[in-house]
T-cell receptor
Framework: SAVISQKPSRDICQRGTSLTIQCQVDSQVTMMFWYRQQPGQSLTLIATANQGSEATYESGFVIDKFPISRPNLTFSTLTVSNMSPEDSSIYLCSVEKRGVGTEAFFGQGTRLTVV | KQEVTQIPAALSVPEGENLVLNCSFT??????LQWFRQDPGKGLTSLLL?????REQTSGRLNASLDKSSGRSTLYIAASQPGDSATYLCAVRREGGSEKLVFGKGTKLTVNP
């Protein structure tokens, strides 16, 4: 398994500002994943963060809005830039472990409200 | 494009009842399926991982079954407790093992004391 610590757990932010979310894993992993969960919706993958290279963004998500850092194999940050109320969501960090199969593990999430 | 549907969207049961949550997916070419639990405003906790070659997995009072050919999985919860109240999400991963997860919207379960 994997233990993932995510900070902050929640925040209320003013529109136009930026928030950086941190994700720390208890073991080294090749890839880290950032998801968004809008109210009442399922999880949507924002991007995959690889150490030593640019993050890979999914359709509809861009680096200018969601810059990601991956300085080492246990840590990543996601910044939500120039926030609007539409960015109010739960943001989740995830890693995958390969054993019998590939299993995903998640942090406790960051609940963001933009006012 | 893979789509995952969970029915019902919400379920309310009295304590002690056995219950079944359903998950269906449109593309049967999956690598595995994972069930998660999510408490309000929180992250996801992995409950069960079932590989495409498996028919079921069990953990305590939870049992997940998989019928890959029909594109269905069920999560059976025995002797439900108020602490089981949460949203249950299923997610599938396409064949290849490195494909991204596709999630359903979840079933919100309330177990009443």
């Amino acid at each position: 398994s994997a233990v993932i610590s995510q900070k902050p757990s929640r925040d209320i932010c003013q529109r136009g500002t930026s928030l950086t979310i941190q994700c720390q894993v208890d073991s080294q992993v090749t890839m880290m994943f950032w998801y968004r969960q809008q109210p009442g919706q399922s999880l949507t993958l924002i991007a995959t963060a690889n150490q030593g290279s640019e993050a890979t963004y999914e359709s509809g998500f861009v680096i200018d809005k969601f810059p990601i850092s991956r300085p080492n194999l246990t840590f990543s940050t996601l910044t939500v830039s120039n926030m609007s109320p539409e960015d109010s969501s739960i943001y989740l960090c995830s890693v995958e472990k390969r054993g019998v199969g590939t299993e995903a593990f998640f942090g406790q999430g960051t609940r963001l409200t933009v006012v | 494009k893979q789509e995952v549907t969970q029915i019902p969207a919400a379920l309310s049961v009295p304590e002690g009842e056995n219950l079944v949550l359903n998950c269906s997916f449109t593309d049967s070419a999956i690598y595995n399926l994972q069930w998660f639990r999510q408490d309000p405003g929180k992250g996801l906790t992995s409950l069960l991982l079932i590989q495409s070659s498996q028919r079921e997995q069990t953990s305590g009072r939870l049992n997940a079954s998989l019928d890959k050919s029909s594109g269905r999985s069920t999560l059976y919860i025995a002797a439900s407790q108020p602490g089981d109240s949460a949203t249950y999400l299923c997610a599938v991963r396409r064949e290849g093992g490195s494909e991204k997860l596709v999630f359903g919207k979840g079933t919100k379960l309330t177990v009443n004391p």
